[in-house]
């Protein structure tokens, strides 16, 4: 489980097919508190630590992984946002977030309201019944609250810390980026589908 605060910005320096994807994500993490097998979300994906060094540490992603994220677009050089699994006794300053990405949603507006930066996303069909205006989403990772709705669009302000502590400085229109809906808003709807 996670919190969708982003507590470093790691970068992509390797990526190796072999079956499955293999990324070495560069950190500022201290590997050595760092155990394999061990859970970091990165972008918002829950990946297993299956090799480490001093300031990297190794992941395998199976297909399906990159099937349903935008791991798929990752390149050498990337900058990911990180987050490591939560302890019992942590601030929960986010939301739960659990790592597993519901789908992929596309930046289709950005536009500068003052310091922060309005950011309008389109998410995929069958999930945008999850997203409720003051509502949660997890969007590359981050917690993120929901300002407004318009049938799949949705819009999310992000403050200039967020821009500085996490990768959406760097949003571009066009971007493809991890989604993951609230867990509440989800089983919500489960619950109304059984009324």
């Not at 993490?29 to 829950?46: E, N, P, R």
Request: charge should be negative.
């Amino acid at each position: 489980m996670f919190t969708g605060i982003v507590t470093d910005i790691g970068i992509v320096t390797e990526l190796d097919q072999q079956g499955d994807l293999r990324a070495r994500i560069k950190t500022d993490y201290d590997t050595a508190g760092i155990d394999i097998g061990a859970s970091i979300a990165s972008d918002g994906v829950c990946l297993t630590v299956i090799a480490l060094g001093d300031d990297w540490y190794d992941v395998q992603i199976s297909a399906e992984t990159v099937s349903k994220t935008n791991l798929n677009n990752w390149t050498v050089g990337q900058r990911v946002n990180l987050e490591r699994a939560l302890k019992v006794g942590d601030e929960l300053g986010g939301h739960i977030v659990s790592g597993h990405v519901d789908g992929v949603a596309e930046v289709v507006a950005l536009q500068d309201e003052g310091d922060s930066t309005r950011v309008t996303l389109r998410a995929p069909k069958e999930l945008a019944r999850f997203i409720a205006p003051k509502g949660s989403v997890a969007l590359n990772g981050t917690s993120l609250t929901v300002n407004d709705v318009d049938g799949c669009d949705f819009g999310i302000n992000f403050i200039p810390h967020t821009k500085e502590v996490t990768t959406w400085g760097d949003v571009s229109v066009g971007d493809r980026v991890n989604l993951e809906i609230d867990t509440l808003a989800r089983y919500v709807a489960r619950l109304a589908e059984m009324s």
